[in-house]
């Protein structure tokens, strides 16, 4: 038996240290003899936190835009749109350097207009809000999550944190995250899990030994 702490002690000991902050993965393969092959493209939402401000950008206008400059989030205000929309170089860095967007509803349908082809491909539409006041914690909600994709596939890997976390707290995501596949999963499903760092090898168990 191992746990999945002795895991992580694994991996962080056949890791070389760089000169910057690796990412913690979470590697889960299935049992092909007790699932079929999966399709995800969702959101994860974890316990404790660990992305930068800086991945997540708002787009709204009015006072969810006050709100959102104040807090020095990343804005793009709704009459920055039909720019965007004229301009595929920049949506498509825009997309590529950010992890997630909130958009107000009411300017969802712009942004659908300007900015879908872009960010639809990458499973990264907004996540809208009703007002100002849902913001922040669609916000909070976003920082402790990580994004899963995959297309029938028999196995995902998911960024569950960063290295200067500590131990415990990769360990809660990392339950958390073997908890949603597994309810969403058929029961036994999944037959390997491990972790593995940015620039690390991956080092895993099969799931059943995992205490």
Do not use: C, H
């Amino acid at each position: 038996m191992v746990t999945l702490e002795e895991l992580y002690d694994q991996t962080i000991q056949k890791s070389k240290k760089r000169n910057f902050e690796q990412s913690v993965d979470i590697i889960v393969t299935f049992n092909k003899n007790r699932v079929k092959a999966q399709t995800f493209n969702e959101i994860v939402y974890l316990p404790v936190k660990f992305r930068s401000p800086d991945e997540i950008v708002v787009i709204a206008g009015g006072e969810t835009a006050l709100q959102a400059k104040k807090q020095n989030m990343k804005l793009i205000e709704s009459d920055a749109l039909d720019r965007l929309a004229s301009n595929k170089r920049e949506a498509k860095k825009l997309a590529s350097k950010n992890y997630a967007f909130i958009a107000e509803a009411s300017v969802m349908p712009r942004v659908g207009k300007a900015l879908g082809p872009i960010l639809a491909p990458r499973g990264k539409m907004p996540i809208a809000i009703p007002n100002a006041a849902a913001l922040n914690s669609a916000f909070e909600r976003l920082l402790g999550s990580t994004r899963i994709r995959g297309r029938n596939v028999f196995g995902i890997q998911a960024k569950i944190g960063v290295e200067s976390m500590k131990k415990e707290d990769i360990i809660k995501n990392a339950k958390a995250f073997l908890e949603y596949l597994e309810k969403k999963l058929p029961p036994k499903s999944i037959s390997k899990v491990g972790f593995k760092l940015t620039m690390g090898v991956p080092v895993k168990a099969n799931y059943e030994e995992v205490a």
